[in-house]
């Protein structure tokens, strides 16, 4: 886990390192001045929801029992790659049996900002999300499993974004994952972005 760990944390730093080394403008004998680099980074937080509720009680009881944390790297600013890695834990009951369960979470975002008013701007994202289970001691099976996420979204001052996202069913029709919206299968989150 530790590995991973720091493999995953050196990977957002070279993209962060990568960024930083396109920001220098050009000095020559005609001064041409280069784009900043449009890459950020930064941790984010959220939970997956059970269930769509507006009873804040629920809400904090699922947040408690269902979390997730990371780190995200955007590449790009209207049309933009989004990559992220996150551990995730979940707790669940089935009758008098509970059952947790961790993951470590790697979406792989392509998102598209379609309206920006300066304070506010709203975003489009869809893309795979590669799932791998861990074990009780945190160390991963061996196993991989991959889903689809579609989803929208709200950056606030252009560094607080917030997402939420639905993970497609697989063997269910358009008309059934309609259906299944605020049941299951939705994934808040709220992050940070820095240069």
């Known amino acids: 886990m530790k590995t991973k760990s720091v493999l995953f944390t050196l990977f957002f730093f070279s993209l962060s390192v990568i960024g930083y080394a396109q920001d220098e403008t050009s000095t020559s004998t005609t001064t041409v001045e280069k784009p900043k680099a449009k890459v950020w980074f930064g941790p984010k937080f959220g939970l997956d929801i059970a269930h769509f509720t507006t009873n804040v009680d629920e809400i904090t009881g699922q947040l408690g029992s269902n ?56 975003h489009l994202k869809g893309g795979p999300q590669f799932r791998f289970p861990l ?36 063997g269910k029709s358009l008309d059934e994952q309609a259906k299944n919206i605020g049941t299951s299968g939705l994934n808040l989150t709220v992050g940070l972005k820095f240069r």
Not at 142 to 160: E, T
Request: proline share 3%; charged share 15%; with cysteine.
């Open 67 to 122: 979390y997730q944390a990371g780190l995200l790297c955007q590449i790009g600013e209207t049309l933009y790659l989004q990559p992220e890695v996150y551990y995730s834990h979940s707790s669940y009951k089935f009758g008098s049996t509970s059952v947790d369960s961790s993951f470590i979470k790697v979406p792989i975002m392509v998102g598209l900002k379609f309206l920006d008013i300066g304070l506010l701007s709203l």
């Open 135 to 170: 074990d009780n001691s945190d160390k991963p099976t061996g196993k991989m499993s991959l889903d689809w996420q579609v989803g929208a979204g709200v950056d606030i001052l252009g560094f607080i974004t917030t997402d939420l996202r639905y993970t497609l069913q697989s």
